[in-house]
């Protein structure tokens, strides 16, 4: 969709508001051309002593009025379109803030946050004026010029006005000129305050690092590059900006010029009074605001494109994961992984190659293998924030394609290895996928994850505000925390990945005792670098370099050791530097 396109769609839906401020501002323009023939049956009146001073004070007291008058449609019409024009700010970050919730992890590789957070700002804004003020700007110079010179042309002379308008096609042509330097200059002030944007938010959500690393002297010498391109940028954008001034006043002063000179002959000759001459020159006067409503209109208006070809970049780009399945909810069964082959974008060699795997419901299987060997990989094509290249999963005999994303989302529970918590109490985050859960409910899911103790010690127990204003929590807490969350969910299907990293060992061989208890015959995939929590699962499979080598039970993958398994190799490893660190 094209920026017209978009304007057009909104002042259609918009039309009412739309259309009384062009009828005020059409008042207005009546009134304003008006005045300058009334002032100059004034002034003929005056010359030739024609008027009383009853009559005069009468023809004042018409000016007043229409002064007044004037006035209060100004105001009118500005409070009805702002209030229409701000609609379409809030319309536009919904829309961006809609596309953004639903795009994948392949959009966010590619996007910078700061970016996109300017686009929701900067970019929005630019539009919203493109929209409001430029369309009605636009429509009002246009329609005074039209009556103004119409004015000219018949109230006062046509020669005349002939005369006046030879300068203005030239002004034209520099307004084409500037315009266009205009586009590419706020794009490029967009693009840099975008880079600004980003480096800020890449230094605020860093900055613990930062500072241990004695870095930011650098950060502010970068910020203070990357200030000084948006100003420069911004600057060279209103450099020739500036320039659509000059333009309006060569070409008006010319069209004075011009006029004066043949005005005064024909004054001269007695084809003209001095009166319709006076009037003359107040239209003219009043031909300033058109003009320099053009060149206000073409800056807002190359702006709006600018920023509208950046965010329809975003808001058009396709999404990564279709939603276009039809099954819904999820049911219980078994996931089965049919040669699955999977590769990043920009990846040389596949993440998962070939995988085969069946995982039975109500079973937990345990993921191992060294790090990059596709663990993670495995659990996002679970979660389908991936689409494999070739072969696909099922769930319970469905492919993972065919459910709504609602569902899926709805059937599978998942802890990432760095949770996320929000900005609410602990009992709000944990119930973030169910808020209406009981606090005795939110209690027994935090005493599976074992954190109850944890969170009754808190100076506001389970009332305690978290996140980035609140109580900051261990990382071992966060993670148990996020456990919590995704067991209070009856998803059937859990994936922890690396869920339980920061917590001990014994912890976590706890919490993944609970979940076994638990007997809710929920399937659970557990990725853990620790062999010794895995132990108890029903399976264990081992990834390296995306193949599956290993899958059985502890003891079926203990006992292929003496062929150099990998499982039984780590195993043997980890047991030796546990019984070091005992000792
Ligand atoms: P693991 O979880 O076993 O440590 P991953 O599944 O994270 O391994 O990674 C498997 C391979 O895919 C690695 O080679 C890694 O570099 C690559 N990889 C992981 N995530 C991405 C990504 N977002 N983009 C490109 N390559 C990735």
Redesign the pocket.
Known sequence: MTLPQLIRRFVRRHAAAYLLSAALLAGIALLVTWLPRQIGHMVDGLVAHRLTTEQMWQEVGWLLAAGVAIYAMRVAWRLKLYSAAYRMGVELREALYARLAQQG?RFY?TRRTGDLMALATNDVDAVEMAAGEAVLAGFDGMQTFVLVVLAMAIGVDWRLAAVALLPFPFMALGFWIVSRKVHERSRDALDRFGDLNDHVQETISGVRTLRALGLEGLSSARFSTLAGAAAEASFQAQRWEALYEPAVGTALSAAMVLSLALGGWLVWHDELSIGQLTSFGLYLAQLIWPMFAAGWVLSLWERGRAAWDRLSAVLEEPLAIEDDGTIAPVRPGPVVVRDMTFT????T?P??AGLDLTIPAGTTLGLV????????????LLLRQWMPQAGHVSWNGVALADYTLEALRAGIAWVPQEPILFSATVAENIALARPEATRDEIAAAARLADVHDDITRLPQGYDTPVGERGVTLSGGQRQRVAIARALLTDAPLLLL??ALSAVDTETEHRILGHLRGERTGRTVVV?SHRLSALADADRIAV?RH?HLTEIGTHEELLARGTHGGWYAHQWRVQQLEASLDAA
């Open positions: 992890p590789q990043y974008p920009g990846g060699s993440a998962l293998g060294p790090t990059g060997s596709g663990k993670s990989t495995l659990i996002r990945d690396d990725v990834l995306g």
